[in-house]
């Protein structure tokens, strides 16, 4: 059964930075494209980032040119590296696969960016 845990989340300044982390087991984690998403109160889940099998990334255009996401298929990791966050940004984050997500979710990190 697959397992994904996110981490790196916290409370910080907008225009301030993040990186989040998400670790992922039981499952071939080098076949999948991998995404992160994010829920913020009241809102559906949706996609922000996405990474195919060979490193190749797309964002959604609120977050392009801020924020990066990185895998490491020897780590069964993925990561999210977030710059210049703004109070829009505020979510709980989780990873998953792309484009069709496992049928469980982890337990998110919550980002929450506030002066």
């Known amino acids: 059964q697959v397992q994904l845990v996110e981490s790196g989340g916290g409370l910080v300044q907008p225009g301030g930075s993040l990186r989040l982390s998400c670790a992922v087991s039981?499952?071939?984690?080098?076949?999948?494209?991998m995404g992160w998403y994010r829920q913020a109160p009241g809102k559906q889940r949706e996609l922000v980032a996405s990474?195919?099998?060979?490193?190749?990334?797309n964002y959604v255009d609120p977050v392009k040119g801020r924020f990066t996401m990185s895998r490491d298929n020897a780590k069964k990791a993925v990561y999210l590296q977030m710059n210049r966050l703004k109070p829009e940004d505020t979510a709980v984050y989780y990873c998953?696969?792309?484009?069709?997500?496992?049928?469980?979710w982890g337990q998110g990190t919550q980002v929450t960016v506030s002066s």
């Open positions: 990474i195919t099998t060979s490193g190749g990334t």
């Open positions: 039981g499952t071939l984690f080098v076949i999948y494209g």
């Open positions: 998953s696969k792309y484009p069709v997500p496992f049928g469980s």
